[in-house]
């Protein structure tokens, strides 16, 4: 079977004022898979990750060159940043729930985008939560404060909001790193259902999740990539020492 | 329980000494004005006309309300665009928004009575708005604008930056990010920013009097003159004529104060559960 590939970067420099964050990314992420980031703390794995949908943008002094090709097309070209963003999810380290009811949590993205109607919107709400494993949780405190919900309730329903636009791509930075075990396992779980629909790139410090969630692997070292390729090849024969160094823990 | 160290205990009697001081202060002052003034109000002062008899202190009462508001009016937008404007939109550590900060510093710090004399020259002899409440509400204005903009200033910027990410994450512009996300999260400390202005207006004397005047009658227009509470219990006091009106009026405007600042945060939970 012929892989597409979801995202194609070729040869992408960023730059924080003058300090040199990613050098030389050349990577594809294939659709339908997920393709985990690894990689010691402040290597670029977020920084990475983050101009994939252009949230860069929005931290002065950033500077990138390079081409990030989504679907054949160029991220910085003719698309609008607000459009990209709608394609490319986004879930956060911290969840991130706006401080208002669960409901309008969800249907802030459909409203963002233009979608009024009070009967789509419960639709969206409701599939959004399903898809997310999280409706039954939740369908009977749909007006409840979301601030309210327990912090894995909380990634959930921010993965919720992420999927209420219909966005072809996932990226989640380190999802599960404040959360308890057994939240952990529920969104692993979740991410791996979501494959069949999207293309999901996932930041993780945990090296056991990458090996249980992922099919690609991608190792960062000080801004360079330094093997990148399939996550069972990866972790059981990688090519570089750094990366064997970093995986058996013999680093940072 | 667990026996406290000396100096917890001495923290702990020191914290409660600091409450039951303030409190008595508070109380003594209330009580002062409230005990003496109380027992002078009558429904003569609440006369539509003031006369030398019955020293209504309703033509005072009205002003008072027509500068609030129209203070309001003109500093509120003002004040909290700006403060947006500065927190959202400007580049964060321009040297534009340095300047703007350091005016409005600078601006908190002045005397009211150089804004009073300020206000007399400028809106009143320059612009020939005279004693006016036009006059009166444009220099409360600008005395009361570095208030706004710096409390809503801190409330923008006390609203988390995650709030914003999940906002620009999911597709929304800038616009909609400040206007739905944002401003919501920071509407109680705005708030609290305009109660505090609004509580400087109520106890202006000396801008007020270089500027609307301190003529004992109800505004007619936007260029008449007129006095509010303060400035009227100023002149009560002054004259010392009537000590019992002034104490009474005392009492009226400390129940004023105590209103709105009840109603505004009635507002605040309101617009906070909506
Ligand atoms: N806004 C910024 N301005 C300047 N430098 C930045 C900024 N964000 C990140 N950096 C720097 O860029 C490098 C990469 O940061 P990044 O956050 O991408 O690392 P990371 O791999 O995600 O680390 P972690 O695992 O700790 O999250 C770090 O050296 C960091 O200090
Ligand atoms: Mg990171």
Redesign the interface.
């Known amino acids: 079977m012929a892989k597409t590939n979801k995202f194609s970067l070729k040869n992408v420099d960023l730059w924080y004022n003058n300090f040199q964050a990613l050098k030389n990314i050349n990577m594809n992420i294939p659709s339908n898979e997920i393709t985990a980031f690894i990689g010691p703390s402040g290597c670029g794995k977020s920084t990475l990750i983050k101009s994939m949908?252009r949230?860069n943008d929005?931290v002065?002094g950033c500077k990138i060159t390079g081409s990030i090709m989504l679907d054949d097309e160029s991220i910085h070209g003719h698309i609008d940043v607000?459009?990209?963003?709608?394609r490319v999810?986004?879930v956060?380290q911290?969840p991130?729930?706006?401080?208002?009811s669960i409901f309008d949590n969800i249907a802030?993205?459909p409203r963002?985008?233009g979608i009024k109607s009070k009967f789509k919107l419960n639709d969206i709400v409701e599939k959004s939560l399903r898809d997310a494993a999280i409706w039954d949780e939740l369908k009977d405190r749909l007006k409840k404060s979301a601030l309210s919900l327990s912090g894995g309730q909380q990634q959930r329903l921010?993965i919720a909001?992420?999927l209420?636009?219909q966005p072809d791509v996932l990226l989640m930075d380190e999802p599960t790193s404040a959360l308890d075990p057994i939240s952990t396992a529920k969104i692993e779980e979740l991410v791996i259902n979501l494959k069949k629909d999207y293309t999901i790139v996932i930041v993780t410090h945990n090296m056991q999740q990458a090996v249980r969630i992922s099919d690609n692997t991608g190792f960062f070292l000080l801004g360079e990539m330094i093997e990148y390729g399939d996550t069972q090849q990866i972790f059981s024969a990688p090519s570089d020492k750094r990366t064997e160094d970093y995986i058996t823990g013999r680093f940072g | 329980m667990m026996r406290k160290k000396p100096v917890d205990f001495i923290l702990f009697a020191l914290t409660w000494l600091s409450i039951i001081a303030t409190a008595t202060v508070l109380i003594l002052v209330v009580g002062y004005v409230l005990i003496n003034g109380v027992p002078h109000i009558r429904p003569s002062l609440f006369a539509l006309q003031f006369t030398t008899q019955n020293q209504s202190l309703f033509p005072a009462l009205m002003g008072t309300l027509m500068v609030v508001g129209l203070s309001l009016i003109l500093a509120v937008p003002l004040g909290v665009f700006s403060a947006i404007y500065l927190v959202e939109y400007a580049k964060r550590g321009s040297r534009f928004v340095k300047i703007v900060r350091l005016t409005t510093e600078t601006l908190a710090g002045i005397p009211s009575i150089v804004y009073g004399l300020f206000g007399f020259i400028f809106f009143g002899v320059f612009l020939g708005w005279g004693l006016s409440l036009m006059s009166g509400a444009f220099t409360v204005s600008i005395m009361i604008l570095p208030l706004i903009m710096r409390t809503t200033e801190e409330s923008l910027k006390s609203v988390p930056d995650t709030y914003r990410e999940g906002s620009f994450g999911i597709g929304a512009g800038r616009l909609r990010t400040v206007m739905r996300i944002v401003i919501p999260a920071a509407i109680p400390g705005i708030l609290a920013g305009i109660i505090l202005a609004i509580g400087r207006i109520i106890g202006e004397t000396a801008a007020i009097i270089f500027t609307l005047g301190n003529v004992a009658r109800m505004p007619n227009n936007l260029f008449d003159t007129g006095r509010t509470l303060s400035a009227h219990m100023y002149a009560l006091a002054n004259e010392g004529t009537h000590p019992g009106e002034a104490h009474a009026t005392a009492a009226v405007l400390l129940i004023v104060v105590i209103l709105i600042n009840a109603l505004s945060s009635r507002i605040a939970r309101l617009i906070k559960a909506s």
Request: glycine fraction near 8%.
């Open positions: 949908n949230m929005l002065e607000n459009a990209l963003r709608k999810g986004m956060f911290k991130n729930p706006f401080p208002m802030y993205g963002t985008h921010c909001r992420a209420s636009v």
